[in-house]
T-cell receptor
Framework: GENVEQHPSTLSVQEGDSAVIKCTYS??????FPWYKQELGKRPQLIID???NVGEKKDQRIAVTLNKTAKHFSLHITETQPEDSAVYFC????????????WGAGTKLIIKP | DAGVIQSPRHEVTEMGQEVTLRCKPISGHDYLFWYRQTMMRGLELLIY????????DSGMPEDRFSAKMPNASFSTLKIQPSEPRDSAVYFC??????????FGPGTRLTVT
Protein backbone atom coordinates (compact mmCIF):
# COMPACT_ATOMS: atom_id res chain seq x y z
CA GLY A 1 0.00 0.00 0.00
CA GLU A 2 0.88 3.66 -0.16
CA ASN A 3 3.08 5.38 2.39
CA VAL A 4 3.45 9.15 2.56
CA GLU A 5 6.21 10.93 4.46
CA GLN A 6 6.20 14.68 4.98
CA HIS A 7 9.06 16.98 5.98
CA PRO A 8 9.76 19.08 7.90
CA SER A 9 7.33 18.72 10.79
CA THR A 10 7.81 22.38 11.68
CA LEU A 11 9.03 25.23 9.47
CA SER A 12 9.65 28.77 10.61
CA VAL A 13 10.32 31.45 7.99
CA GLN A 14 10.57 35.22 7.97
CA GLU A 15 7.61 37.06 6.50
CA GLY A 16 8.27 37.68 2.84
CA ASP A 17 10.56 34.70 2.43
CA SER A 18 9.68 31.46 0.65
CA ALA A 19 8.64 28.17 2.27
CA VAL A 20 9.01 24.69 0.84
CA ILE A 21 7.40 21.52 2.21
CA LYS A 22 8.23 18.13 0.74
CA CYS A 23 6.42 14.81 0.63
CA THR A 24 7.56 11.44 -0.62
CA TYR A 25 5.31 8.57 -1.63
CA SER A 26 5.92 4.90 -2.23
CA UNK A 27 3.45 3.74 -4.89
CA UNK A 28 4.62 4.66 -8.37
CA UNK A 29 1.04 4.18 -9.62
CA UNK A 30 -0.24 7.10 -7.53
CA UNK A 31 -1.70 9.76 -9.81
CA UNK A 32 -3.10 12.55 -7.65
CA PHE A 33 -1.36 14.72 -5.05
CA PRO A 34 -3.33 17.30 -3.06
CA TRP A 35 -2.23 19.81 -0.45
CA TYR A 36 -4.50 20.90 2.37
CA LYS A 37 -4.17 23.85 4.72
CA GLN A 38 -5.55 23.73 8.24
CA GLU A 39 -5.63 26.90 10.27
CA LEU A 40 -5.82 26.64 14.04
CA GLY A 41 -9.22 25.35 15.11
CA LYS A 42 -10.48 25.11 11.54
CA ARG A 43 -11.10 22.37 9.01
CA PRO A 44 -8.51 21.16 6.46
CA GLN A 45 -9.08 22.92 3.13
CA LEU A 46 -7.81 21.91 -0.28
CA ILE A 47 -5.49 24.65 -1.57
CA ILE A 48 -3.87 23.06 -4.60
CA ASP A 49 -3.51 19.66 -6.23
CA UNK A 50 -1.59 18.11 -9.08
CA UNK A 51 -2.09 15.06 -11.25
CA UNK A 52 0.68 12.82 -12.45
CA ASN A 53 0.51 14.00 -16.05
CA VAL A 54 1.95 17.43 -15.16
CA GLY A 55 5.15 18.44 -13.41
CA GLU A 56 4.13 21.78 -11.91
CA LYS A 57 1.04 23.78 -11.11
CA LYS A 58 0.80 27.34 -9.84
CA ASP A 59 -1.91 29.41 -8.21
CA GLN A 60 -0.77 32.91 -7.31
CA ARG A 61 1.78 32.56 -4.50
CA ILE A 62 1.54 28.79 -4.16
CA ALA A 63 2.87 26.10 -6.46
CA VAL A 64 3.24 22.35 -6.38
CA THR A 65 5.95 20.41 -8.19
CA LEU A 66 5.98 16.69 -8.86
CA ASN A 67 8.97 14.45 -9.54
CA LYS A 68 7.59 11.08 -10.54
CA THR A 69 10.99 9.47 -10.94
CA ALA A 70 12.02 10.32 -7.40
CA LYS A 71 8.44 9.91 -6.12
CA HIS A 72 8.23 13.19 -4.33
CA PHE A 73 6.15 16.35 -4.58
CA SER A 74 6.59 19.71 -2.94
CA LEU A 75 4.56 22.73 -1.93
CA HIS A 76 6.15 26.10 -2.54
CA ILE A 77 4.83 29.31 -0.98
CA THR A 78 6.45 32.56 -2.09
CA GLU A 79 6.30 35.98 -0.40
CA THR A 80 4.92 34.43 2.77
CA GLN A 81 2.38 36.41 4.79
CA PRO A 82 1.10 36.01 8.36
CA GLU A 83 -2.09 34.37 7.10
CA ASP A 84 0.00 31.53 5.66
CA SER A 85 0.64 30.33 9.23
CA ALA A 86 -1.11 26.96 9.47
CA VAL A 87 -0.56 23.22 9.34
CA TYR A 88 -0.17 21.88 5.81
CA PHE A 89 -0.95 18.28 4.86
CA CYS A 90 -0.02 16.39 1.74
CA UNK A 91 -1.72 13.19 0.58
CA UNK A 92 -1.56 10.52 -2.09
CA UNK A 93 -4.07 7.84 -3.08
CA UNK A 94 -3.76 4.22 -2.03
CA UNK A 95 -4.11 2.60 -5.45
CA UNK A 96 -4.60 -0.83 -3.86
CA UNK A 97 -7.50 0.21 -1.67
CA UNK A 98 -10.18 2.07 -3.58
CA UNK A 99 -7.97 5.13 -3.94
CA UNK A 100 -8.49 6.39 -0.39
CA UNK A 101 -6.09 9.19 0.44
CA UNK A 102 -3.08 8.44 2.62
CA TRP A 103 -2.13 11.54 4.56
CA GLY A 104 1.23 12.97 5.54
CA ALA A 105 1.79 13.83 9.20
CA GLY A 106 1.55 17.57 8.57
CA THR A 107 3.92 20.55 8.64
CA LYS A 108 3.37 23.44 11.00
CA LEU A 109 4.36 26.60 9.15
CA ILE A 110 5.19 29.60 11.30
CA ILE A 111 5.59 33.01 9.67
CA LYS A 112 7.74 35.32 11.76
CA PRO A 113 6.95 39.05 11.50
CA ASP B 1 -23.94 25.46 -1.28
CA ALA B 2 -23.63 25.36 2.50
CA GLY B 3 -20.77 22.90 2.39
CA VAL B 4 -20.48 19.85 4.62
CA ILE B 5 -22.51 20.29 7.79
CA GLN B 6 -21.68 18.58 11.07
CA SER B 7 -23.43 18.56 14.40
CA PRO B 8 -22.89 19.07 17.20
CA ARG B 9 -19.83 21.31 16.96
CA HIS B 10 -18.83 20.50 20.52
CA GLU B 11 -19.75 17.54 22.67
CA VAL B 12 -18.78 16.93 26.27
CA THR B 13 -19.88 13.65 27.77
CA GLU B 14 -19.03 11.29 30.56
CA MET B 15 -17.25 8.00 30.09
CA GLY B 16 -19.67 5.22 29.28
CA GLN B 17 -22.25 7.41 27.58
CA GLU B 18 -23.33 7.00 23.97
CA VAL B 19 -22.23 9.70 21.55
CA THR B 20 -23.73 10.31 18.11
CA LEU B 21 -22.08 12.61 15.59
CA ARG B 22 -23.96 13.73 12.51
CA CYS B 23 -22.96 14.77 9.03
CA LYS B 24 -24.72 16.16 5.98
CA PRO B 25 -22.51 15.95 2.87
CA ILE B 26 -22.50 18.38 -0.02
CA SER B 27 -25.47 17.70 -2.27
CA GLY B 28 -24.49 15.53 -5.22
CA HIS B 29 -21.34 14.16 -3.66
CA ASP B 30 -21.20 10.37 -3.70
CA TYR B 31 -18.32 9.77 -1.28
CA LEU B 32 -18.43 10.42 2.45
CA PHE B 33 -15.50 10.06 4.85
CA TRP B 34 -15.21 10.08 8.64
CA TYR B 35 -11.86 11.16 10.09
CA ARG B 36 -10.51 11.52 13.60
CA GLN B 37 -7.77 14.06 14.41
CA THR B 38 -5.58 14.13 17.50
CA MET B 39 -2.22 15.66 18.24
CA MET B 40 -0.67 12.27 18.81
CA ARG B 41 -2.05 10.36 15.82
CA GLY B 42 -2.74 13.12 13.31
CA LEU B 43 -5.54 12.70 10.78
CA GLU B 44 -6.92 9.14 10.70
CA LEU B 45 -9.49 7.81 8.25
CA LEU B 46 -12.08 5.82 10.18
CA ILE B 47 -14.52 4.74 7.46
CA TYR B 48 -15.79 5.86 4.10
CA UNK B 49 -18.91 5.33 2.02
CA UNK B 50 -19.59 5.37 -1.70
CA UNK B 51 -23.22 5.81 -2.73
CA UNK B 52 -24.27 5.15 0.88
CA UNK B 53 -22.43 1.82 1.03
CA UNK B 54 -19.50 1.37 3.45
CA UNK B 55 -16.39 0.63 1.42
CA UNK B 56 -13.61 0.47 3.98
CA ASP B 57 -14.04 0.47 7.75
CA SER B 58 -10.58 -0.83 8.58
CA GLY B 59 -9.80 2.41 10.38
CA MET B 60 -12.58 2.04 12.91
CA PRO B 61 -10.68 1.52 16.16
CA GLU B 62 -12.94 -1.06 17.76
CA ASP B 63 -16.45 -2.37 18.04
CA ARG B 64 -17.50 0.57 20.14
CA PHE B 65 -17.50 2.64 16.93
CA SER B 66 -20.16 2.29 14.27
CA ALA B 67 -21.20 4.38 11.28
CA LYS B 68 -24.26 4.46 9.08
CA MET B 69 -25.38 6.28 5.99
CA PRO B 70 -29.13 5.66 5.56
CA ASN B 71 -29.40 8.03 2.59
CA ALA B 72 -27.32 10.30 0.38
CA SER B 73 -27.74 13.32 2.62
CA PHE B 74 -27.07 11.99 6.10
CA SER B 75 -24.53 9.95 8.02
CA THR B 76 -23.88 9.19 11.68
CA LEU B 77 -20.87 8.06 13.65
CA LYS B 78 -21.74 6.48 16.97
CA ILE B 79 -19.50 5.63 19.91
CA GLN B 80 -20.97 3.37 22.54
CA PRO B 81 -19.71 3.31 25.25
CA SER B 82 -17.42 6.31 25.02
CA GLU B 83 -14.02 6.43 26.71
CA PRO B 84 -11.65 9.32 27.53
CA ARG B 85 -9.25 8.17 24.79
CA ASP B 86 -11.97 8.87 22.22
CA SER B 87 -11.53 12.59 22.87
CA ALA B 88 -10.60 14.14 19.53
CA VAL B 89 -11.91 16.26 16.70
CA TYR B 90 -14.05 14.21 14.32
CA PHE B 91 -14.31 15.45 10.75
CA CYS B 92 -16.71 14.42 8.06
CA UNK B 93 -15.71 15.03 4.44
CA UNK B 94 -17.43 14.47 1.13
CA UNK B 95 -16.36 14.36 -2.49
CA UNK B 96 -17.79 13.98 -5.96
CA UNK B 97 -14.72 12.09 -7.03
CA UNK B 98 -12.84 10.14 -4.40
CA UNK B 99 -9.87 12.49 -4.43
CA UNK B 100 -11.15 16.05 -3.94
CA UNK B 101 -12.47 15.95 -0.43
CA UNK B 102 -14.28 18.82 1.27
CA PHE B 103 -14.25 18.80 5.04
CA GLY B 104 -16.94 19.84 7.47
CA PRO B 105 -16.17 22.10 10.45
CA GLY B 106 -15.64 19.12 12.75
CA THR B 107 -17.03 18.00 16.10
CA ARG B 108 -14.79 18.46 19.10
CA LEU B 109 -15.52 15.54 21.44
CA THR B 110 -14.42 15.54 25.05
CA VAL B 111 -15.04 12.44 27.14
CA THR B 112 -14.47 12.91 30.85
Amino acid sequence: GENVEQHPSTLSVQEGDSAVIKCTYSDSASNYFPWYKQELGKRPQLIIDIRSNVGEKKDQRIAVTLNKTAKHFSLHITETQPEDSAVYFCAAPNMDSNYQLIWGAGTKLIIKP
Amino acid sequence: DAGVIQSPRHEVTEMGQEVTLRCKPISGHDYLFWYRQTMMRGLELLIYFNNNVPIDDSGMPEDRFSAKMPNASFSTLKIQPSEPRDSAVYFCASSLRVYEQYFGPGTRLTVT
